[in-house]
Every structure is written in structure tokens, then in C-alpha cells.
């Protein structure tokens, strides 16, 4: 079992930088693929960001990429996503999320390669 607990959410200007973080626990966390993924009002959950077990590999949506970063401590059992640039369609619950499985053929991008998730942590960037 993994808990997954996001911080860092807030309130930001357009064109500004903001970052989250997601604690995990659980003796197995750290060799979890991890997910960033972002649900706005009256909209579907969508992918943002994903990161291998080890953080060798990292993915992003094409919407994010060149702005975001993901990253992960394994030491700390965390994972970070770094905004920047941000705008006012980021606006969005965004979540943590954990998979299991080792390889995924939709690249960490799709709900369902995920296992775990967290509560969420609201970001606002106003225009």
C-alpha cells in the first residue's frame, strides 16, 4: 500500500512559477513509476508529467512541455513538478499518482497505468 500526499498548491499570476511536491510512504514507494495529472472544473483528468522508478525517464504532455519539470528524491520518497510559465488553462486540481507496473505502453499518460493516488492540491493562475 502507498499513501500519496501532495502540497505546494496555491495561488499565482500568469507568466509566473510555482512548485508542487508529493510525499509518498510505503516501503516499496520509491520504485513506483510516478504521475503528475491535473483535473480542471467540468473537465476529465488529464495527464501532465511521469517519471521512471529510477528518474531516468521523464514524460510530459505537449501542453507543459518546455515549462514543466517533474522530478523525484527517492531518498525523500518525493516527487516534484516545477512550473513555469504558467498560464491561465493550468489552472486545475493537480494529482499524484503511483504505478506499479514497470512498463507502461502509453508511456505513464493514460489513469489507468496508475495504482495509487492522492487527495490533490489546488493551482490557480490568474490572468
Known amino acids: 500500500q502507498v499513501q500519496l500526499v501532495e502540497s505546494g498548491g496555491g495561488l499565482v499570476q500568469a507568466g509566473g512559477s510555482l512548485s508542487v511536491s508529493c510525499a509518498a510512504s510505503?516501503?516499496?514507494?520509491?520504485?513506483?513509476?510516478m504521475g503528475w495529472f491535473r483535473q480542471a472544473p467540468g473537465k476529465e483528468r488529464e495527464f501532465v508529467a511521469a517519471?521512471?522508478?529510477?528518474?531516468?525517464?521523464?514524460y510530459y504532455a505537449d501542453s507543459v512541455k518546455g515549462r514543466f519539470t517533474i522530478s523525484r528524491d527517492n531518498a525523500k520518497n518525493t516527487v516534484y513538478l516545477q512550473m513555469t510559465s504558467l498560464k491561465a488553462e493550468d489552472t486545475a486540481v493537480y494529482y499524484c499518482?503511483?504505478?506499479?507496473?514497470?512498463?507502461?505502453?502509453?508511456?505513464?499518460?493514460?489513469?489507468?497505468?496508475?495504482?495509487?493516488w492522492g487527495q490533490g492540491t489546488q493551482v490557480t493562475v490568474s490572468s
Open positions: 510505503g516501503r516499496t514507494a520509491s520504485s513506483y513509476a
Open positions: 517519471i521512471s522508478w529510477s528518474g531516468g525517464r521523464t
Open positions: 499518482a503511483a504505478a506499479k507496473a514497470y512498463y507502461s505502453s502509453t508511456y505513464y499518460s493514460s489513469v489507468h497505468d496508475y495504482d495509487y
